[in-house]
């Protein structure tokens, strides 16, 4: 029966506001300003104690999980309640929750020009599952307006607003997945963002289950527009964050879930990968023939991902085998990467296929999920077999992996772990998980599973070298992955759209916290891409963090830059594009670690005040600066661009033209091109002097400098450190600083180096745009007849 309960409330300690009716118990905590958090014990049989994802501003949590209900992080800010009619207002200085007590239902308010101004509410009709009136399970039921705009959860298909759309959140191996449609996908992020004319806010739910996000594709006349959220399992734990703008949702949502990992500078590079390789028979000829091919034709390469045919037996893959037939001498093979330049990162899985050679010892010793009795491994299928996940909520199963991590892969000479085909598939919701002594269904944490996955393989890397940086990769993954590892969009289909939808399922995955993402270059499954294709799909490539080529086509070919002889040069000129915007990507990713900003963004997060950048497009934004708007059809040589309205213009970097902002163009975009815009204002680091792959380890640095027309002054600094160690945490660290001084007939620029650390070049190469007419002046120097500049960091010339 239905039936309206009515709460009581009382305040207690630590910025808690608890509700209490006759069966149930609401708590609201204050945590910040612009955050509050509504949690009800939904399932006794169910509950969760620990979080794994709440790690606000922190770099790493404890395998155990936090206490999720340890406060200690948050400010826990002043706040005020107040009873008016039949609700309680809790309110900070920016943010009111108004919560009706008769059935429990909140509105969410905004102090805007000192005036509290509705953003958001719950539905008010059936709002909660109190007494499981609407069913087992976990239910949270909002208003909807048919003009809202949702963004987020993480790595989806199709547009990138979400509205009128239901989605899966759980995790599967969607190998060859369509980017337009299919769902689930790799990834379980339970966060989205709302964007209405009002404000922005975002409703993060911190439950590990299975679940659904239904945006809108429901209607039922009772209750008027809504959305809802719906989990199998465990408690309702869901975070509202304040904008009001995006960004301020977006970097205090990644805050939340902790830091991003700063990572060796050659993880930006080229990577190679493939599957035939490690597939051959002769795979160690055929891995150093990739690197021989590299420098035969001129590819500057940083890492190469050796997929997991170095681990098989038959036609079967077992995790922490060298399969010696293949790859003899796995330390030669490592030591020919690394004297050409090319670290190497190598795939392991968390499934041992019941014929393992490792299966008796793991499963006496209990490292396996559980089946229903407690007692036997739990068998799942995996690829073409059938094995049993490794349990990483026991101790014991964490040091085993260490050990054979560093054991059969680090002391090998392998530099970094690539955490691959850790979705954690288990559907018996009968299994069990040792929970660190506390067992738990499986079905509750399968995405925890994988974090402390890729946990267990980062302290390892730790361990094995302390000097340097951890770099990791993990297909899978959920809220806090991006305290671990680098991504990817896993193993996605060759065609046209897939380029497309690939840009916005990234583009969401940085809206939702994930910053250090990319695709697989090419297509992974399907047929080979046709040259037209996968020029155009480098040219989108080049400006992810994660830039790899990788596939497994059906054809047995092989996705690298030189399958395609004829367009040689043409995709040797991208490649090496990518390492000129090096130093850029690498100084966004600091950003990105230290200040939670993402690095590649749609440009309705940096220009929210132009309302025509929320119409769907396929441009985004490289920091704020940089405006890349690749070609994704094919055989199209123009492409409209819009410009956002913003202060000083926009540069076209190829014509060097200038235009002003909010207005559209149709520039020229043959196969040679990528239509590029800077901001006016903006300066660029850059790598500088000639690119190759012998010289892909050297650094010259150059700053690409777009002055604003009219009057200005500014001040830009980029980020330099040697790219490997951790001394940049003991202050080994340097900044290019550049004011920038315009008027109507002069531009004054003032270059230097200040920090501890000693950079590598001994100058800085300036380049002004060549449409430039007024007299330019560098650290008091004026030049001539020219729109380069050489400041030589030996005479000085600090700022």
């Known amino acids: 029966m239905i039936k309206k309960e009515t709460f009581s409330y009382e305040q207690k300690e630590k910025n808690l506001v608890e509700f209490t009716s006759h069966n149930n118990k609401v708590h609201l ?73 008769e059935g429990f239902a909140i509105d969410w308010y905004q102090k805007k020009e000192g005036h509290w101004e509705k953003i958001a509410g719950d539905r008010k009709t059936q709002s909660y599952n109190f007494n499981q009136q609407l069913g087992d399970g976990v239910f949270h039921y909002m208003e909807r307006d048919s003009s809202d705009l949702y963004y987020g959860l993480g790595e989806k298909g199709g547009m990138m607003n979400r509205h009128h759309k239901r989605y899966q959140m759980r995790t599967i191996d969607a190998m060859g997945y369509d980017a337009e449609h299919t769902d689930p996908l790799y990834k379980f992020i339970p966060f989205y963002l709302v964007h209405t ?371 040689m040069e043409e995709i040797r000129h991208w490649m090496k594009e990518r390492v000129k915007w090096t130093p850029y990507l690498y100084h966004l990713m600091y950003l990105a670690h230290k200040e939670d900003e993402p690095i590649l963004a749609p440009t309705f997060y940096h220009f929210e005040e132009d309302s025509h950048t929320f119409v769907e497009n396929d441009e985004f934004l490289v920091g704020k600066d940089l405006l890349v708007a690749n070609v994704m059809d094919k055989g199209q040589r123009e492409r409209n661009v819009y410009l956002p309205k913003n202060d000083y213009g926009w540069y076209d970097v190829n014509s060097r033209k200038w235009y002003e902002g909010g207005q559209s163009l149709t520039v020229e975009a043959s196969l040679s091109t990528i239509p590029l815009f800077a901001q006016a204002g903006a300066v660029f680091p850059v790598r500088s002097g000639e690119i190759s792959f012998s010289s892909n380890q050297q650094e010259e640095r150059g700053l690409l400098i777009y002055p604003p027309k009219g009057n200005s002054e500014l001040a830009k600094s980029f980020y330099e450190d040697d790219g490997v160690t951790l001394s940049y945490q003991d202050g080994e660290q340097s900044w290019i600083e550049v004011q920038m001084k315009t008027s109507a007939e002069h531009i004054e620029v003032l270059v230097g180096i200040t920090g501890k650390y000693e950079v590598p070049f001994e100058g800085i190469a300036l380049q002004f745009p060549q449409t430039e007419e007024r007299t330019i002046w560098v650290n008091g120097v004026q030049l001539r007849e020219t729109f380069s500049y050489q400041v030589s960091l030996i005479e000085g010339g600090q700022v």
């Not at 009800?40 to 969760?48: G, S």
């Not at 155990?64 to 406060?71: I, Q, S």
């Open 197 to 567: 004319s009002q404000a922005s806010y975002g409703v993060y739910y911190d439950n590990y289950s299975d679940s659904i996000f239904d945006m809108g594709a429901e209607l039922d006349n009772y209750h008027g527009l809504y959305r809802y959220y719906q989990a199998k399992k465990g408690d309702l734990d869901y975070y509202f964050i304040l904008g009001p703008a995006i960004k301020d949702v977006v970097t205090r949502y990644t805050w939340l879930t902790g830091k991003t990992l700063f990572p060796p500078k050659w993880s930006l590079g080229y990577s190679g990968s493939t599957m035939t390789y490690t597939d051959a028979p002769d795979a160690q000829v055929q891995l150093k023939k990739f690197v021989d091919s590299c420098e035969e034709y001129d590819i500057p390469c940083d890492s190469f991902q050796l997929s997991s045919g170095y681990t098989s037996i038959g036609d079967k893959r077992y995790v922490f085998n060298w399969n010696h037939s293949k790859i003899p001498d796995p330390v030669e093979l490592n030591d020919y990467f690394h004297e050409n330049g090319i670290s190497v990162c190598a795939n392991i899985k968390p499934v041992l296929l019941d014929d393992h050679p490792n299966y008796e010892e793991a499963k006496n010793k209990g490292l396996f999920i559980k089946d229903q009795s407690g007692e036997l491994p739990e068998i799942s299928q995996f690829w073409d077999a059938l094995g049993s996940y490794l349990d990483f909520t026991n101790p014991l199963t964490i040091n085993w992996w260490k050990t054979k991590v560093k054991e059969t892969l680090l002391s090998y000479g392998i530099d970094s772990t690539w955490n691959d085909n850790n979705e954690y598939e288990i559907w018996d919701e009968r299994a069990l998980a040792h929970g660190f002594g506390q067992r738990v269904p499986v079905s509750l944490i399968k995405p925890i599973q994988t974090l402390l996955m890729m946990k267990a393989s980062y302290e390892a890397q730790k361990e094995h070298n302390a000097e340097k940086r951890p770099y990791l990769i993990s297909r899978s993954g959920g809220p806090g992955m991006q305290r671990y590892v680098q991504t990817w969009s896993g193993d996605n289909f060759t065609e046209w759209k897939t380029i497309r939808y690939n840009l916005k399922m990234g583009l969401s995955l940085s809206l939702s916290g994930i910053y250090n993402f990319g695709h697989d270059v090419g297509g992974f499954a399907g047929e080979a891409p046709e040259p037209e294709l996968l020029i155009r799909w480098i040219q989108n490539g080049i400006f992810h963090p994660r830039f790899t080529i990788h596939s497994w086509n059906d054809d047995q070919t092989v996705n690298v830059p030189w399958m395609y002889p004829e367009y």
């Open 29 to 101: 905590f204050i945590l910040e300003a612009d955050m509050m958090r509504i949690y009800h014990a939904a399932d006794e049989e169910y509950r969760m104690n620990q979080t794994w994802s709440i790690a606000p501003g922190m770099e790493d949590v404890p395998f155990e999980g936090r206490d999720r209900f340890d406060l200690t992080p948050f400010t826990l800010p002043e706040y005020g309640v107040e009873e008016v009619g039949g609700t309680l207002h809790i309110s900070t200085k920016l943010l009111k929750a108004v919560v009706h007590l």
